[in-house]
Structure formats: structure tokens, C-alpha cells
Nanobody, 124 residues
Framework: QVRVVESGGGLVQAGGSLTLSCTVS????????MGWFRQAPGKEREMISC????????EYGDSVKGRFTSVRDGVNNTLYLQMNSLKPEDTAMYYC?????????????????WGQGTQVTVSS
């Protein structure tokens, strides 16, 4: 059974940095698609980053390009989201997701396994 667990959320001042972690168990990472998402109250879920685990290639949503970076650690089977220059509008629940085959595609995404989320709050 696949289990996805995020950690690292918290309260940070605007302009600060925070790194989230995503640990996945129950499968090997050799050929998986991973993703970071966020959802603020009253707003739709937003794609932050989509990552191909085997190649490490990543794409990012427009709102975080140049500020957020997804980094994989193959030794510890952990995916990180490094967040810099944080803004109050980055405040949201952040989720990690995994899928064996599909992940992100042009115009959408499909992830079969999701974590419970970790809260990020950016104060002004």
C-alpha cells in the first residue's frame, strides 16, 4: 500500500524560505510521477510542480516559477520543495502526490496517491 507523507510546513515571514518534504513508501521510485499542489481556503487546487522521478525533470506553475524548486533524494526516497521569496499569497495547505503512470499532462493531471497535507502560512 502506497503512503505519502508531507512535512515541514509552518509559519514564515514574507520574503523568507521554507522547505517541505515528501516521503513515499510502498513502492520504488524508479519510474513514478510526483507532484506538489496547494489549496487555499475558498480556492481551487493549484499545481505547483510536477516531477518525473527517474529523470528528475520538473515543471512549475507560473505563480512559483523562479521561487520554488523540487529536489529529489533517491537515497532516502524523499522529494523536497524548496520555497524562497515567500509571499502571503503562498499561504495554503500543501500536498504531495504520486502516480505510477500519468502524473501531469497537458491541460491536467492524474495522481492516485495523496498525502494529508502540510500547512504553510506566510505573514506580511
Amino acid at each position: 500500500q502506497v503512503r505519502v507523507v508531507e512535512s515541514g510546513g509552518g509559519l514564515v515571514q514574507a520574503g523568507g524560505s521554507l522547505t517541505l518534504s515528501c516521503t513515499v513508501s510502498g513502492f520504488t521510485f524508479d519510474d513514478y510521477e510526483m507532484g506538489w499542489f496547494r489549496q487555499a481556503p475558498g480556492k481551487e487546487r493549484e499545481m505547483i510542480s510536477c516531477i518525473n522521478w527517474s529523470t528528475g525533470s520538473a515543471e512549475y506553475g507560473d505563480s512559483v516559477k523562479g521561487r520554488f524548486t523540487s529536489v529529489r533524494d533517491g537515497v532516502n526516497n524523499t522529494l523536497y520543495l524548496q520555497m524562497n521569496s515567500l509571499k502571503p499569497e503562498d499561504t495554503a495547505m500543501y500536498y504531495c502526490a504520486a502516480d505510477a503512470k500519468i502524473g501531469c499532462y497537458n491541460g491536467g493531471y492524474h495522481f492516485s496517491d495523496w498525502g494529508q497535507g502540510t500547512q504553510v502560512t506566510v505573514s506580511s
